[in-house]
């Protein structure tokens, strides 16, 4: 019976191939030299654009706290709640603000939810039609509006109608520059709704919610609306923004609200103070944003760990 001869183990020390067990998770060099150029080169684009972002913001910072006589001061913080006219500006933001969402969210959600469920073929009309402020600017959409406004003056005088035209008009509340604004937030909510209730089975949720006894209005409400909690998070964040900071529209037809203050501050000698409500704004802004996207993470880590 012939004996089994076991081969010796190898002593090679030299280069190995590709498919070698002893190195099994290190990549080779050259892979290491691209994974550094690319970390390199992730490095410089996140400097150069933080340096382009951060530094206007830095200098608008300085220019608020330099006091050339007396040095570093907060002076111009101080004021802001004393300020005459930041108050009825920013309530009038805020009020234009709250009545575009509620808008917005009207004439939007129905209609995303709509086509979703009953013809996906409309998706395309929706979709260009809510895309077209984009490409009006705002001085042409505001002419168009004077244009409006005008012809309503000149024939709506002998007529019941026109006391409501001028009410529309009011500067506690400018109905018109509310539609203004509802119109040019039209193609960011949109694409922001669409993405959100393309993201869910809206057709499976809709028919479990009538399997277990509700109507179709009330599963649209109950389940599906929930389930886009943070697409209507974040469509209420770009209108605000929109709103708060839209001057365009609103200096030409002759209202003061946030942005338009501050321009006016500005012109007016207040600077250091205008700025300074400017920069917390921001800051304010980008806090909510923070809270919406932490809030929305968590939401999707809980929803990971439930599946």
Do not use: H
């Amino acid at each position: 019976m012939a004996g089994v001869t076991v081969p010796a183990p190898s002593t090679q020390t030299g280069p190995v191939g590709a498919g070698d067990a002893r190195t099994p998770g290190r990549p080779r060099p050259g892979v290491l030299a691209r994974l550094g150029r690319i970390r390199f080169g992730r490095a410089a684009v996140l400097l150069i654009a933080g340096l382009y972002f951060l530094t206007p913001m830095v200098s608008t910072l300085w220019f608020t706290v330099d006091n050339s006589p007396s040095g570093f001061s907060l002076d111009a913080y101080k004021q802001i709640f004393s300020v005459p006219g930041l108050w009825p500006a920013l309530q009038l933001s805020l009020l234009l603000a709250a009545g575009t969402i509620v808008l917005v969210y009207l004439l939007l959600v129905p209609t995303v939810v709509a086509v979703r469920l009953g013809s996906p073929r409309l998706r395309t009309v929706v979709e260009l039609t809510c895309t077209l402020p984009l490409v009006v600017p705002s001085i042409a959409l505001t002419a168009g509006i004077t244009a409006v406004l005008r012809w309503c003056n000149d024939n709506l005088m002998p007529t019941p109608f026109y006391k409501t035209f001028v009410l529309a008009q009011s500067a506690n509340f400018p109905v018109v520059l509310l539609l203004a604004y509802v119109v040019m937030a039209l193609p960011l909510a949109y694409r922001t709704l669409d993405a959100g209730v393309r993201a869910l089975d809206v057709r499976t949720l809709l028919e479990a919610a009538q399997n277990n006894g509700a109507s179709r209005a009330r599963a649209i409400v109950t389940v599906i609306l929930p389930n886009m909690r943070t697409s209507l998070l974040n469509t209420a964040f770009i209108t605000l923004a929109l709103v708060l900071g839209e001057f365009t529209v609103a200096s030409i037809l002759g209202y003061v609200p946030f942005a338009v203050w501050i321009v006016n501050g500005n012109s007016a000698g207040q600077g250091p103070v205008t700025v300074a409500v400017s920069i917390v704004s921001l800051l304010l802004t980008w806090l909510l944003l923070l809270v919406l996207s932490a809030g929305g993470g968590r939401r999707k880590a809980g929803a990971n760990e439930n599946n």
